[in-house]
Every structure is written in C-alpha cells, then in structure tokens.
C-alpha cells in the first residue's frame, strides 16, 4: 500500500514568491492534515480535511495561507506571498475517520526554504 | 503556551540498554497519548498510544507509562537497538477534537 505522497520534496524560493504544496493521501483515508514542523520543534497543525470540508483551520494564517482539497481526495497548500520565516518543513497527515486514538499516517515533508 | 513538553533534546544510551524517554502535558482535556519516530528526511511514523483511561501499554520492546496525577508520561525501549536511534515525538490528542499536539522531540541515539 503506498504511502502519504507529497511533492515537492524541496523548495526554495525568494520572498514575496508563490509557492505551492500538494499532498496525495493513503488511499480511503477521508481525514486529511496539514502540519508545518520548525527546526528543533515538533509538528503543529494548520488544517483539518474530513473529505472535502476544512472542519478546523484556526492555526492557518489566512491573510497568506489557503488550502484545499477538491473531491476530498488531493490536497494542496499554497502560500502566497512567502516571508523568510515562512521557511519549514510543511508535513501532509491521513487517517482513516480521524478516530479518536487513531494513528495518522505522515509523508516525508516539503523542505522549504525562503531567501 | 507549551501543552506537550519533551525536556530533553537529546539522549545517548548503549545497545541493549534501556532507553526512558519522557514526556509532560497541561491539559486535562488530553484523552489519548501517541509516540512517534521520525528519521531524517522522512515524516514522523506512529509507534504506540495509550489512552486517558489506562496507565501502561506494551508492544514488544516498547511500553508507555502514564502518570495521570504528574501529568506524565514515558516510554520506555527494551533492549535498545542501533535502529531506534531517531527523534521521538510525544503527542497529545485533545478530546472530542481529532488534534495533535506535539512536544519537541528527543533525539535518541543507541551507541554500539
């Protein structure tokens, strides 16, 4: 069964520039995540997909944030424009129902880097 | 404002030892605690839970402790293997909200 799928692996960018994620959760999971990890930190959550609906975006920063994932399926997470502190690493989560407990499943994270 | 706290960045122990990571929270409202293993260059995999409501979970080598009344919590490796040299992540989940809240991960190295 294949994995979280994210792309890019790596971005770097200058600031003020758009930058784009996109994220191919595990197949059948309806739960989808989108978590920004710092260095030294752990990872913290920006938004919550149960299907196509965003059922908990209080962390995004929405004046440069935004996401979406049409037909409940594919995610992306855009940021437009890009500041220095912008740079992270944008981690991309399912589950299967988001049970309490439940295990979610992570991809191996876009390294972004703004210069 | 910290919920999830790991206080210690790093740690080294020998190969066959035992290995205590730990782990404190603030919230009450937690009702599920989650260990993860991150390697580099790849995103963090779920290792084992416990829920509010138990406090110890065995899985092979690795067991959870839960201290409700400390607001702590522990895992603990047994024997340690070069394998499990990683960063570990100790996550909370808030009731009723489906979320995460992770602490700052300990990196662990099991010397040979």
């Known amino acids: 069964e294949a994995g979280v799928v994210q792309s890019p692996r790596y971005k770097i960018i200058e600031k003020k520039q758009p930058v784009a994620f996109w994220c191919n959760p595990i197949s059948g999971h309806n739960t989808l995540y989108w978590y920004l990890q710092n260095l030294g930190q752990g990872p913290e959550l920006l938004i919550r997909y149960e299907n196509e609906e965003a059922v908990d975006d209080s962390q995004l920063p929405k004046d440069r944030f935004s996401a979406e994932r049409l037909k409940g399926v594919d995610s992306t997470l855009k940021i437009q424009p890009a500041e220095l502190g912008d740079s992270a690493v944008y981690l991309c989560?399912?589950?299967?129902?988001?049970?309490?407990?439940?295990?979610?499943?992570f991809g191996p994270g876009t390294r972004l880097t703004v210069t | 404002d910290q919920q999830v706290k790991q206080n210690s960045p790093s740690l080294s122990v020998q190969e066959g030892r035992i290995s205590i990571l730990n782990c404190d929270y603030t919230?009450?409202?937690?009702?599920?605690f989650l260990w993860y293993k991150k390697y580099p260059a790849e995103g963090p995999t779920f290792l084992i839970s416990?829920?509010?409501?138990?406090d110890k979970n065995e899985d092979g080598r690795f067991t959870v402790f839960l201290n409700k009344s400390a607001k702590h919590l522990s895992l603990h490796i047994v024997p340690s293997q070069p394998g499990d040299s990683a960063v570990y992540f100790c996550a909370a989940e808030i009731q009723g909200a489906q979320k995460l809240v992770f602490g700052q991960g300990t990196r662990l190295t099991i010397n040979p």
């Open positions: 416990i829920s509010s409501i138990k």
């Open positions: 989560a399912s589950s299967l129902n988001g049970l309490a407990g439940g295990e979610q499943y």
């Open positions: 919230n009450s409202m937690f009702d599920y």
